[in-house]
């Protein structure tokens, strides 16, 4: 069965810097994938970022990077040049291509972004 | 772009009594699932959804759940004689393949309140 940590509840970072949200995992499938979805006060859960086990390189979709290091088992998202919007609870989750179709979310991080 | 959506975006209802929670997936996907989040805790699978049948469901997900797929848009969380305990936001979710190869795309939620 899959287990996803996030370590941090809460993170402050000042505006126009990078922040790392940590994710490490645990998985016994071959083929799994990593993402990271944004919750923000309104409560909807928006898809950032995507990271396939097989993939060589690591994801980036504009300011959000994904550090992956599959030795290390950890998935972090970096975010760059911080924005207030950016103000969030962040979940990282992950999926099994073969034995199971659900996502197993770990518990958040909150980032906080500050002027 | 294709969204996901879901109606209510809030229903309050008194315990024992029944609700049904609507989505509509994204049109070409074809696994649907829904999740629930307990306020200030992990989102959390409830059950997927694929060729017209339940793939895979949770511990969480009992009798007292169900789920259908009356027509070839809508996908539906029945839940009935509600607790108070199942007081959450329900997210529906759907994407094009399976957990690890492709994204979920979540719905706005539902904020299910039971006094």
């Known amino acids: 069965a899959q287990k996803i940590t996030q370590t941090q509840p809460g993170m402050f970072v000042q505006e126009k810097e990078a922040v790392t949200l940590d994710c490490t995992y645990d998985t016994s499938d071959q083929s799994y994938g990593l993402f990271w979805y944004k919750q923000p006060s309104s409560g909807e859960m928006i898809f950032l970022i995507y990271q396939g086990s097989y993939d060589e390189q690591n994801a980036t979709e504009g300011r959000y990077s994904l550090n992956f290091q599959k030795a290390r088992k950890s998935a972090n998202l970096v975010i760059s040049a911080s924005q207030l919007g950016d103000s969030a609870m962040y979940f990282c989750a992950g999926g099994e291509s073969y034995n199971t179709d659900k996502l197993i979310f770990g518990t958040g991080t909150r980032l906080q972004v500050f002027p | 772009e294709p969204e996901v959506t879901q109606t209510p975006s809030h229903q309050v209802t008194q315990m024992g009594q029944e609700v049904i929670l609507r989505c509509v997936p994204i049109?070409?996907?074809?696994?649907f699932y829904w999740y629930r989040q307990i306020l200030g805790q992990k989102v959390e699978f409830l059950v997927s959804?694929?060729?017209?049948?339940?793939?895979?469901k949770s511990e969480i997900f009992d009798d007292q759940f169900s789920v259908e797929r009356p027509d070839g848009s809508n996908f539906t969380l029945k839940i009935r004689s509600t607790k108070l305990e199942d007081s959450a936001m329900y997210f529906c979710?759907?994407?094009?393949?399976?957990?690890?190869?492709?994204?979920?795309?979540f719905g706005p939620g539902t904020r299910l309140t039971v006094l």
């Open positions: 049109s070409n996907h074809l696994y």
């Open positions: 979710a759907s994407s094009e393949g399976l957990a690890g190869d492709d994204t979920q795309y």
């Open positions: 959804f694929y060729n017209n049948e339940i793939s895979e």
